[in-house]
């Protein structure tokens, strides 16, 4: 028994380095902080979830989908956008490729978004702060979503 725990004592030690070290090499180490109190998420005009971004930082992936719940877009903007994107329809949660091809709308409706992409919910972030004034840690979510925008901008810890 006792090397079962210390296997997996270690196993826990190497998985926590390894997120460490992916928040390190993505710039934003600081994003390791947030704790997901969402004191950002009822803030947000356009129903962007900010902790999503801290968690795209922490993963070094901007493609991970986070909550955007507020956001009005046209199908078809959507779907060039993102055909995966996962809207609001008719009480439902689905992609925004899957409701135009069944024809519950059509490319030139206005949608809800529910789910988008975390470089393109930056893209849409107006950049207001309100997420920062707000945080109980005082994140630079900002640095983050800039970064999201930008990929190839210079990265500031």
């Known amino acids: ?3 079962i ?3 997996l004592f270690t196993a826990i030690v190497f998985y926590l380095g390894f997120i460490g070290a992916r928040a390190f090499f ?3 180490p600081f994003s390791l902080i947030c704790y997901n109190c969402k004191s950002c998420d009822s803030i947000c005009v356009i129903g962007i979830d900010p902790q999503g971004f801290m968690a795209a930082s922490v993963a070094d992936d901007p493609d991970i989908y986070i909550y955007v719940t ?3 877009i046209y199908a ?12 609001q329809c008719n009480d439902k949660k689905i992609k925004v490729s899957a409701a135009l091809n069944e024809g519950l709308i059509s490319r030139d409706t206005e949608i809800i978004t529910y789910k ?3 470089k393109d919910a930056a893209k849409v972030c107006i950049e207001c702060a309100a997420c920062e004034r707000v945080c109980p840690v005082k994140l630079p979510i900002l640095d983050v979503i800039k970064g ?3 990929p ?6």
């Not at 078809?76 to 809207?87: H, N, T």
């Not at 190839?152 to 810890?157: D, I, N």
Request: aromatic letters at 8%; glycine letters at 8%.
């Open 1 to 3: 028994m006792k090397k």
């Open 76 to 87: 078809g903007e959507a779907e060039k956008l993102d055909p995966d994107m996962i809207i």
């Open 5 to 7: 725990n210390i296997f």
């Open 116 to 118: 988008m992409k975390a």
């Open 70 to 72: 507020n956001y009005r």
């Open 148 to 150: 999201l925008k930008n």
């Open 26 to 28: 993505s710039g934003y």
């Open 152 to 157: 190839g901008r210079e990265k500031s810890l």
